[in-house]
């Protein structure tokens, strides 16, 4: 007899990745996660969603998805999404992401955000550096890039690029670009592919380590007297940047 999903799920909690949410789900499984359980308080509206916004998984979502009772749901999940949708996902291999990051050459920039402390912002970067098909995502600092909230910032985006936390010494290969107001003017220069993209914490700014670390230290242009953009906004401004370099397939 196949085990009731409630019971799957509490033996795998402590060592799988929740997603969040239909959308979290959905992009998961466009690239490539294994997904051992999944769960929803209303299958007929999810699977009608997919059916509306993601017809490639829809077939995959109905053989996974059990539907469970809104109480049962709700004691999965710190914080209950609007499509009643919650999964566990095997936590992507360590080694592989990071000799996905160390490859050289490069093809895509990663992102290094130095000491975060949002949650919620730490998710969104990792949703915009998949969307740009970034190479990856490296944090240091306390901050856990897996953690649930930041997953859900991210809409389930971590399995589309890889995502590591990492000491200053240990950061891959390349050249590093630091966003910094005392930098040079992004406008004037070319970010290679094989750059790290190194952002601030979102009140201290660079590290120490991170600012002896750089190749080179680059400003966004802003309005005097506004004192900075949202880390998003800087990493989107960025990765945009170089992604409209001179020779970048549209």
């Not at 009731?4 to 799920?9: D, F, M, S």
């Not at 004691?75 to 095997?90: E, F, Q, S």
């Amino acid at each position: 007899m196949t085990d009731h999903p409630l019971r799957v799920w509490r033996g795998l909690a402590g060592d799988c990745v929740l997603l969040d949410g239909f959308h979290a789900l959905k992009h998961a499984l466009r690239f490539g996660a294994d997904v051992p359980v999944a769960v929803t308080a209303d299958r007929a509206a999810a699977l009608a969603l997919a059916g509306e916004l993601a017809e490639d998984v829809r077939e995959r979502l109905a053989g996974l998805l059990t539907e469970v009772t809104a109480a049962e749901y709700a004691a999965l999940v710190p914080r209950p999404h609007p499509t009643a949708v919650a999964a566990l996902a095997v936590r992507p291999d360590r080694a592989a992401a990071l000799r996905r990051l160390a490859r050289m050459p490069r093809t895509a920039p990663v992102v290094v955000l130095d000491e975060p402390r949002n949650l919620g912002n730490a998710g969104a970067v990792i949703r915009l550096a998949a969307g740009f098909g970034a190479t990856g995502v490296v944090t240091t600092g306390t901050l856990d890039p897996w953690h649930p909230t930041v997953v859900r910032g991210g809409a389930g985006l971590h399995f589309a690029t890889a995502v590591e936390r990492l000491a200053v010494p240990e950061l891959p290969p390349g050249p590093l670009f630091a966003l910094d107001p005392e930098g040079e003017n992004i406008r004037g220069l070319t970010l290679p592919d094989d750059a790290l993209l190194a952002f601030g914490s979102e009140r201290g700014g660079l590290s120490g380590a991170v600012r002896a670390r750089a190749d080179h230290l680059v400003a966004l242009p802003m309005r005097p007297q506004v004192s900075s953009y949202n880390l998003a906004t800087s990493v989107a401004m960025t990765l945009y940047h170089w992604s409209a370099g001179a020779g970048r397939p549209a």
